[in-house]
């Protein structure tokens, strides 16, 4: 099974970008926008780890289910 290493430096990438995004709002007084980038990025990095998953999940029911 081949481990995607890639996929965890981007999770690891969007939240240290989203991170420094919303410091930069909050100290900007802009807090609204800040927690809506936090919202956005949290979204996209969900569906990315619900795409792994699913790969996941499809490579557990070939190798059990014998498909």
């Given at each position: 099974?081949n481990v995607?290493?890639?996929?965890?430096?981007?999770?690891?990438?969007i939240?240290?970008i989203?991170?420094?995004?919303?410091?930069?709002?909050?100290?900007?007084?802009?807090?609204?926008?800040?927690?809506?980038?936090?919202?956005?990025?949290?979204?996209?990095?969900?569906?990315?780890?619900?795409r792994?998953?699913?790969?996941?999940?499809?490579?557990?029911?070939?190798?059990?289910?014998?498909?």
């Amino acid at each position: 099974m081949n481990v995607d290493v890639n996929a965890i430096f981007q999770i690891a990438g969007i939240g240290i970008i989203i991170a420094m995004i919303h410091t930069v709002l909050k100290q900007m007084g802009k807090e609204d926008m800040a927690h809506w980038v936090t919202v956005i990025g949290f979204v996209v990095v969900l569906f990315m780890v619900v795409r792994l998953l699913d790969n996941l999940f499809q490579e557990i029911k070939t190798i059990f289910l014998f498909q």
